[in-house]
């Protein structure tokens, strides 16, 4: 049975609830030789948000307080260079860390605070368990050809994969009503049960990939508390919705966006939980490098801050709402707007009535320095071989010098491709195809719908061989 990995985190955990005017204080020991200077800091998704700072006495002793209770989450100690330790915060916040003799985890003390006393112990057993996994793994590396060494070590993982999972399961239980409970159940993915197929089945492995992609996209979020906020301000949620998301689930809008209202109706009941995520997700779609992606930002955009349902400013909002209606028309999947554009010889053509398998429709401009080396490669590279198979080119001018135009056209032999141009703008295609840079590729089928688009010239050629054939 192959070994598992169980995620691990340093982190140590102090947590506030509303105790009637009582601040906060964190009080520490830290090892001889540490820099002078120490931060407090604690995670917002991504982010390491820094609160407060000291200097450090001589017997490298620091006290951190306040008068007001600490937002419960993951906090840490630190210097400009280093991370010493995460720790939790949760309801009693007077907290002291010893730290005499090294950072590490095996060698930390907390004193007062049970919650973050729980916690450490809980990571300090991990360690241990962690250890002994590294340990049997180096012994079955060093044994690998000996077949009953093999065997023992492998049941010997084995075993202590059992005694890890039970000993989470039986501190999550212990305290599922408390935050450090939510917290290590948040790390802990859920069991995926075994599935029916038989093993003699001819399509067995496809139809089990299926199974467990399905019942993991069902099921990734099992173990989040998506009404309680702290999970925020720790590294863990934020890594799951970046896990689910962007590697996880097939990169297909259609899918993703049922996805994401699935998730987003379980965090309604907590504000920040749902404008955290809804702002997360937004971020990511726009981020997105894989083409089509820009579909579920406007999925996202028009359903949930178009709507008001997430409160924007006003600037915010008509910038939004500008993005959205320049990408709409453009999604993949969507009927290209036609053009009535003319060629140098002032014969108008329309985009609809070219008839062909695959259109290639270009934006450029001669005054483009990656249009003068990318317009003669498609000509040369992509449109001259695939021509005879169903391929044509409306080359779309973007400007209005047409002498210009017209003498690059004749210096790079475009003959044999549709070049138009729209002086007076009257087709508006700059809106319709969101042109804002140049060169711009779009590929449309031959019912005029958009399948591929932003592409450069090898992935055109790539694209087109590969759905010529």
């Not at 006495?57 to 993951?74: A, E, S």
């Not at 992606?293 to 709402?321: P, W």
């Amino acid at each position: 049975m192959k070994s598992k990995n169980y995620p691990f985190f340093f982190i140590l955990f102090i947590f506030p609830f509303v105790l009637f005017g009582k601040g906060y204080r964190i009080e520490f020991q830290l090892p001889e030789k540490t820099a002078s200077v120490i931060f407090l800091a604690h995670y917002f998704g991504d982010k390491v948000l820094v609160i407060d700072s000291l200097q450090l006495d001589k017997k490298n002793h620091g006290v951190f307080k306040g008068d007001t209770l600490l937002d419960q989450g993951i906090y840490m100690l630190a210097t400009q260079k280093h991370r010493f330790f995460d720790f939790l915060v949760e309801n009693d916040q007077s907290i002291f860390i010893e730290a005499n003799s090294s950072t590490e985890i095996e060698n930390l003390k907390i004193l007062k605070s049970k919650e973050a006393q729980r916690f450490l112990c809980f990571q300090q057993e991990m360690s241990r368990l962690k250890k002994m996994q590294q340990e049997m793994k180096n012994r079955l590396e060093l044994n690998s050809t000996n077949p009953d060494s093999i065997s023992v070590f492998k049941g010997q993982l084995v075993e202590l994969d059992r005694e890890v999972n039970l000993f989470w399961k039986k501190e999550i239980e212990k305290n599922q009503h408390n935050f450090y409970g939510k917290f290590i159940r948040a790390m802990m993915a859920p069991e995926m049960p075994p599935s029916k197929i038989p093993d003699t089945h001819p399509m067995h492995d496809s139809l089990q990939w299926v199974y467990e992609y399905n019942w993991r996209k069902d099921h990734f979020f099992d173990h989040i508390d998506f009404g309680d906020d702290r999970l925020l301000r720790t590294p863990v949620f934020h890594r799951k919705m970046m896990l689910y998301f962007n590697k996880f689930l097939l990169q297909i809008p259609d899918s993703i966006n049922r996805q994401v209202d699935k998730v987003l109706a379980r965090a309604r009941s907590n504000g920040n939980m749902f404008r955290y995520m809804a702002n997360f997700l937004l971020k990511s779609f726009k981020e997105s490098k894989i083409m089509g992606m820009d579909a579920s930002f406007v999925h996202l955009a028009e359903n949930y801050y178009l709507t008001r349902e997430i409160q924007i400013d006003s600037l915010m909002y008509e910038k939004l709402y500008r993005e959205v209606q320049l990408l709409k028309p453009t999604l993949i999947g969507t009927i290209a707007r036609d053009l009535l554009m003319e060629d140098p010889e002032g014969i108008h053509y329309r985009l609809h009535q070219m008839n062909a398998d695959y259109s290639v429709v270009l934006f450029w401009e001669p005054d483009c320095g990656h249009c003068r080396v990318q317009v003669p490669q498609l000509y040369k590279e992509v449109f001259l071989p695939l021509r005879e198979k169903g391929v044509k080119v409306f080359a779309v001018y973007t400007q209005d010098d047409k002498e210009k135009w017209i003498d690059f056209i004749q210096k790079n032999n475009l003959y044999e491709w549709i070049n138009v141009y729209d002086p007076e703008n009257l087709s508006h295609f700059r809106s319709f195809y969101k042109i804002e840079t140049t060169p711009v590729i779009y590929i449309l089928d031959h019912k005029k719908r958009i399948v591929a688009k932003n592409i450069d010239i090898p992935t055109v050629q790539k694209w087109l061989e590969n759905h010529l054939r």
